[in-house]
C-alpha cells in the first residue's frame, strides 16, 4: 500500500499558505506536485485547526470499521438465508411437510 509523501498537518499548512495569498502555482512547485494535488488539498482541508483534523481522521477511521462490520454483517445474513432456504427444501423433500402452508400451519402453532 503507498504511503502519503506528505503528513496532514503539512498538508494543512500548505492549504493555509494558499489561504494567506501564495499562488497554487507556487506551492505546487514548492511541494513537488502538480496544481490538481493543491486544489484538492484545498478542498479538503480548508478551513480545518489541527482538532478538527483529529476528529476527521477519527470518524474516518470509524467510518472504516463500520463498513467492514457491515460487510460482515450482510456475507453473515447471506449465509443465514441460504442456510434457511436449504434447511427448508430438505425439510420438504423429506416428506416431513406435505406442503410449504402444512409446515408454516405446524411450526407457528
Given at each position: 500500500?503507498?504511503?502519503?509523501?506528505?503528513?496532514?498537518?503539512?498538508?494543512?499548512?500548505?492549504?493555509?499558505?494558499?489561504?494567506?495569498?501564495?499562488?497554487?502555482?507556487?506551492?505546487?512547485?514548492?511541494?513537488?506536485?502538480?496544481?490538481?494535488?493543491?486544489?484538492?488539498?484545498?478542498?479538503?482541508?480548508?478551513?480545518?485547526?489541527?482538532?478538527?483534523l483529529?476528529?476527521?481522521?477519527?470518524?474516518?477511521?470509524?467510518?472504516?470499521?463500520?463498513?467492514?462490520?457491515?460487510?460482515?454483517?450482510?456475507?453473515?445474513?447471506?449465509f443465514?438465508?441460504?442456510?434457511?432456504?436449504?434447511?427448508?427444501?430438505?425439510c420438504?423433500?423429506?416428506?416431513?411437510?406435505?406442503?410449504?402452508?402444512?409446515?408454516?400451519?405446524?411450526?407457528?402453532?
Amino acid at each position: 500500500m503507498r504511503t502519503a509523501r506528505f503528513s496532514e498537518t503539512e498538508i494543512v499548512y500548505a492549504v493555509k499558505q494558499v489561504a494567506a495569498g501564495i499562488s497554487i502555482k507556487e506551492i505546487a512547485r514548492k511541494y513537488g506536485v502538480c496544481e490538481n494535488t493543491v486544489y484538492r488539498w484545498r478542498r479538503k482541508y480548508d478551513g480545518l485547526s489541527p482538532s478538527e483534523l483529529k476528529r476527521l481522521k477519527e470518524l474516518e477511521r470509524e467510518n472504516s470499521q463500520l463498513e467492514k462490520l457491515g460487510a460482515e454483517l450482510s456475507m453473515d445474513n447471506g449465509f443465514i438465508e441460504s442456510f434457511d432456504g436449504k434447511l427448508r427444501d430438505e425439510c420438504l423433500n423429506m416428506h416431513w411437510f406435505g406442503s410449504l402452508a402444512e409446515a408454516r400451519r405446524i411450526i407457528e402453532r
